[in-house]
């Protein structure tokens, strides 16, 4: 049994979540019958929750941000649950007043535990706001877009996370809207994605040829050498300019390398389309537009300290947020002067999100779009 506190009056609230099944006095052992690792506890450890924020900030919030805070990406970024344990301890360098051990933890497993699938909701009126916004940027870009087939709409097939390596106070975190707290995907990550498909599907397609141009049969090299090509004006390193083309999306559209150097631009001049961010669609189902996922890295000592791997190694699992599939997004792509640049740009971008995905971890299937 955990008690978890909220502070931000002068007595704290209390409310008590028991677990599951046959409840032990001293699950871990005592003085007299050591844990499971041989080791004796001596002091029992006390576990509560608190906010790392004024008391007067959570007093106007009545305790409990999770409940009257609509943002959820303000209640991520600020309102975050600490897992406080308190410990006796002999050591004085890191007691606290009562002359006990803290330790404070923050994660998405302390998150998940705190507020669960419920708390990760969006709340009716964040939806309200948010679908006026919608209504603007989508008439927005429904201008400059000028032709309506530059604007369309997918839903995730698989689940998606973007930003998942983000500054974050958790081990990991997600990329969301600030003001109204609803994910979204950047449009250069978008461009991004594009740009890498393109290439990769231009090397696949033309690989006999290429392997004559760049004299050699390993693929990651010629996409790389074609990268570096896009970069120098479509030219290659004798000065000549690759001509050759592949085809995109349903209508079978005939790009060719010149023309990903004017969509994508270069390191001295910028694309000649842009990619807006894809926003989700205020319909049905975005009120639960995230859920909880789990890496179970069992290496840490490895990737941590440089250590040898070995299956000694204990498993840490670790919470994070993801978009859940089912969840449409808009996207959007706009002409800077020529029209049929932006016709090639969607539908690079249509094949790379159904067959490439976005974000991260799309090696294991992550961020795929249909």
Same mark, same amino acid.
Not at 9 to 13: D, E, T, Y
Not at 34 to 42: F, L, S, W
């Given at each position: 049994? $955990?008690?978890?506190?909220f502070y931000g009056?002068?007595? $704290?609230?209390k409310s008590y979540h028991k677990g599951g099944g046959h409840r032990q006095k001293n699950p871990g052992g005592n003085k007299n019958n050591?844990?499971?690792?041989?080791?004796?506890?001596?002091?029992?450890?006390? !576990? !509560?929750?608190?906010y790392i924020?004024? *008391?007067? !900030?959570?007093? *106007?919030l009545q305790n409990d941000p999770w409940k009257n805070v609509d943002n959820l990406s303000l209640k991520l970024d600020k309102f975050a649950p600490y897992e406080w344990s308190e410990q006796e301890n002999k050591e004085k360098s890191d007691k606290n007043d009562k002359g006990k051990k803290v330790t404070l933890k923050v994660s998405g497993n302390v998150l998940k535990n705190k507020v669960g699938e419920e708390g990760i909701k969006i709340t009716r009126d964040a939806l309200d706001v948010y679908g006026n916004f919608f209504k603007l940027y989508l008439k927005m870009v429904k201008k400059l877009a000028k032709i309506e087939d530059n604007v369309f709409t997918m839903k995730t097939v698989s689940r998606l996370v973007v930003g998942l390596g983000d500054e974050s106070v958790y081990e990991t975190s997600v990329r969301l809207l600030r003001n109204y707290g609803v994910p979204y995907i950047p449009g250069t990550a978008l461009k991004g994605i594009a740009r890498a498909y393109? @290439?990769?599907? @231009? *090397?696949?397609?033309? @690989?006999?040829? @290429?392997?004559? #141009?760049?004299? !050699?049969?390993?693929?990651?090299? #010629?996409?790389g050498k074609l990268d570096k090509a896009l970069s120098n004006e479509g030219k290659l390193e004798n000065g000549e300019k690759l001509e050759i083309k592949a085809t995109f999306g349903k209508n079978k559209l005939e790009? $060719?390398?010149?023309d990903l150097v004017e969509i994508f631009g270069t390191t001295e001049k910028s694309g000649k389309v842009v990619f807006f961010d894809a926003l989700p669609v205020p319909n049905g189902n975005l009120d639960e537009p995230l859920e909880f996922d789990i890496m179970n890295p069992h290496y840490g000592p490895y990737y941590q300290n440089g250590k040898a791997p070995g299956d000694w190694h204990d498993p840490r699992p670790v919470i994070f947020l993801v978009v859940r599939p089912g969840i449409e997004f808009k996207f959007a792509v706009a002409p800077l002067g020529n029209e049929e640049l932006a016709r090639k740009t969607r539908a690079i971008l249509e094949e790379a999100l159904k067959n490439h995905g976005v974000g991260a971890k799309t090696s294991l299937g992550y961020g795929r779009f249909q």
């Open positions: 049994m $955990s008690d978890m506190v009056r002068g007595k $704290s609230q050591p844990g499971k690792n041989g080791r004796k506890q001596e002091n029992q450890k006390k !576990t !509560t929750v608190k924020v004024p *008391a007067e !900030t959570l007093k *106007a393109a @290439l990769e599907k @231009l *090397a696949d397609e033309k @690989l006999n040829d @290429l392997k004559d #141009i760049f004299e !050699t049969n390993d693929f990651s090299e #010629i996409v790009v $060719s390398f010149q």
